[in-house]
């Protein structure tokens, strides 16, 4: 294999020259959604979207993973059922499908198994299983979806999950300034941005953040050099195992599109990516990095932004559970 061959793959605009790299960058270009079942994709759409999935009828998995806001919610953390404040800061749903387990202690294995947690969370869309399945049978169009998908219109959580997590596979963001440079466009990000990149290695940071999620893929230590100081009850995988080696002990980030989702860390405790690279240096690598070093791995942070998921919010159809409107003052 002869790794560093340069490929000429075509001549952009008479003089410039496009190569492709076989790449032995740590970091990999995120691949577009091959799209095998666009019904199923479409039903699960309807479902992410839809706040009919909660008790309250306010809640869907958008009020919290707002896909026109890199797939969060900007808060540090959710706010579900009954303005309930929730424990831990909202994940991207961007380019989810990328995670080797799901949640930030992991305690869900796939997207399936992770859709049915917030449905029957009581401080989050605060339903159960069995009446999400009930409401969505009341109504016919649903009826039809389900069975066009599944053959059948008996509709039950198995399948409810199934299609959201079908929905949310689609949900990645190719085409980033960077994955056109590593396919060889230099010129798609600045030189700023690509001294950056060169810390971002050089310093540590691709030890846990790599790959085509530039994160998602290793259970890390928060606070590996230095305790990362927070009031936030959330132990990590601790939580789950008991285990004192596990304490702050979470899934790394995606860094996709990390510019969108602040704020940042599983407590939202910092707005600016600048805090949150200054405190990852000096807790996870020991390293004080100064003003321009910081400076310079944002710029190249920002040139993970890909192409944000393109739809049109679907028409939902009408419920058959809709309460008349109350009249105002009686008669
Ligand atoms: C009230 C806010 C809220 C709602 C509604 C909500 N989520 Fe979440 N979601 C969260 C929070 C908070 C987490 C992180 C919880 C944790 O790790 O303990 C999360 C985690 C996730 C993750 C894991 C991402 C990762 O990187 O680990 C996925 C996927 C996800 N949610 C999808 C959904 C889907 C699908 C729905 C709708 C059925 C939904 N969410 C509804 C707040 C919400
Ligand atoms: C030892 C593994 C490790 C190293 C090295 C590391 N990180 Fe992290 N990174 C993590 C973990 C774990 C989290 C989540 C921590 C939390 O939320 O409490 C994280 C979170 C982040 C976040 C916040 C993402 C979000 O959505 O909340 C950013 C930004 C980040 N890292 C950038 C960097 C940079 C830049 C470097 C190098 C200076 C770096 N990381 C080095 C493990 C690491």
Request: a negative charge; one cysteine or more; proline letters at 8%.
């Amino acid at each position: 294999m002869i790794r560093s061959l340069v490929v000429i793959v075509g001549l952009m605009s008479g003089a410039q020259a496009w190569a492709t790299v076989p790449s032995n960058e740590p970091i990999t270009p995120v691949k577009p959604a091959v799209i095998t079942n666009p019904a199923k994709v479409e039903l699960g759409k309807k479902l992410f979207f839809d706040p009919r999935l909660s008790k309250s009828g306010f809640i869907s998995c958008n009020s919290c993973h707002n896909l026109s806001m890199g797939g969060s919610d900007n808060l540090p953390t959710s706010i579900g059922h009954n303005w309930h404040e929730g424990p831990i800061n909202s994940p991207t749903v961007l380019n989810s499908s990328m995670n080797i387990v799901q949640f930030w202690d992991g305690r869900a294995a796939t997207l399936k198994e992770q859709a049915g947690g917030p449905i029957a969370n009581p401080g989050e869309m605060g339903f159960t299983h069995d009446l999400a399945a009930d409401v969505l049978r009341s109504i016919p169009q649903y009826r039809e979806a389900f069975k066009a998908v599944y053959g059948n219109d008996n509709v039950n959580i198995d399948e409810i999950t199934d299609a959201l997590a079908a929905f949310e596979e689609t949900l990645v963001t190719p085409n980033a300034p960077f994955d056109r440079w590593l396919k060889g466009d230099k010129s798609a990000i600045s030189p700023t941005a690509l001294k950056g990149y060169e810390l971002f290695k050089n310093t540590g940071c691709v030890a846990c953040h790599n790959g085509e999620a530039v994160g998602g893929n290793s259970m890390q230590k928060m606070g590996l050099v230095e305790p990362y100081v927070t009031k936030n009850p959330a132990e990590g995988i601790a939580g789950l195992t008991g285990k004192d080696a596990d304490r702050m002990r979470f899934k790394v980030p995606t860094l996709r599109n990390v510019e969108l989702t602040y704020p940042y860390f599983h407590d939202g405790a910092y707005w600016k990516l600048e805090d949150a690279v200054d405190v990852m240096a000096r807790l996870q690598l020991g390293r004080k990095l100064n003003h321009e070093e910081v400076g310079q791995i944002v710029a190249f942070l920002k040139t993970l932004t890909g192409d944000q998921p393109d739809f049109k919010l679907p028409i939902l159809p009408p419920s058959s559970t809709d309460t008349p409107h109350p009249v105002p003052f009686g008669k």
